[in-house]
Every structure is written in structure tokens, then in C-alpha cells.
């Protein structure tokens, strides 16, 4: 079982859960075609992204194969910046000059320790993705939660 986002050109992101069994084996930038994923994404071509394993190990271009490696890194993916420490200057991130930090990531090919994959859109289909997943267009609730009248 994956968990899919999928990408459009406008920024829109969808989610889906499927069993997609013809991904596997499959390496970062590879093109995908809908209908392996489910049979409503029918004339839909995709590219994968990016993917991350169960412990939230990002799929790395760097590494080959399926497994875990660890890679010495520089900011960019798998490596974010810092909040600076507390002191006369109060920047909320920065970058520090020459640091480099010795992370874990996964191989770029799919198999089945990989949780979670990202696709783009590169054709659509004949449907639009707001027409396949009509729940996922509803406007955000409000989080407060309304005062109920009290007797």
C-alpha cells in the first residue's frame, strides 16, 4: 500500500492510497502512467518525484539501489537550516559556513519499504483531478469550533 501526492501545475496537491504493485522496481524520475496507480487515473503520465520510506528516510538520487545509506551532506535535501542560537543577533535560520552533517537516506528505487510517493503531472487525462477526488476540493473549516447557545 503507497501513499500517493499528486502534484498539479497550479500547486494543487491530491492524495490517494493504492496498491500499485507495477511501481516497484521503478527509479526517481521515472515516468508512470495512471492507469498503473488506479483505473480512474486512465490517460494521466506522471513523474516520480520523490519518495520516503516508513521512517521518513527521503529517497535520495545520490544512492543506488533499495537500501540505507549514510551520506555526508550539505544544505538541500535531506538537510534543512537551523534556528541560530540565542545571542545579540536573533536571525531565525541561517546557514553555517562549511557545515556539513553525515545523514541517512534511502536508495532512488521503489520497493516495498517505501511508504510514501510523490508525483507530478506531466499529461492529464480526461477527467480533471478535482473531478476524480471531489472530496479534497472542499474549502478548509474553520478550526475554532462554534460557542453553542447556552439555556
Known amino acids: 500500500m503507497f501513499k500517493f501526492n499528486i502534484s498539479e501545475k497550479t ?10 504493485e507495477e511501481l516497484i522496481g521503478k527509479s526517481l524520475h521515472d515516468k508512470v502512467n495512471g492507469i498503473e ?4 487515473l486512465g490517460g494521466y503520465e506522471f513523474e516520480i518525484a520523490g519518495a ?3 521512517a521518513g528516510f527521503p ?3 545520490d544512492i543506488d539501489g533499495i537500501g540505507l ?5 550539505n544544505f538541500g535535501k535531506g538537510m534543512k537550516k537551523r534556528p541560530r ?7 531565525t535560520d541561517y546557514k553555517p559556513e562549511g557545515l556539513r552533517l553525515r545523514k541517512t537516506g534511502r536508495g532512488r528505487t521503489i520497493s516495498a519499504s517505501i511508504i510514501q510517493i ?13 473531478e476524480i477526488f471531489p472530496e479534497q476540493n472542499k474549502p478548509k473549516e474553520s478550526a475554532v469550533p462554534a460557542k453553542e447557545a447556552v439555556a
Open 37 to 40: 496507480i488506479s483505473p480512474e
Open 52 to 54: 520516503s520510506d516508513i
Open 118 to 130: 510523490n508525483l507530478k503531472t506531466l499529461k492529464e487525462g480526461h477527467k480533471k483531478l478535482h
Open 85 to 91: 542560537r540565542e545571542g545579540k543577533r536573533k536571525r
Open 69 to 73: 545509506k549514510k551520506l555526508l551532506l
Open 59 to 61: 529517497a535520495m538520487e
Open 11 to 20: 500547486g494543487k496537491t491530491f492524495k490517494l492510497e493504492a496498491e500499485a
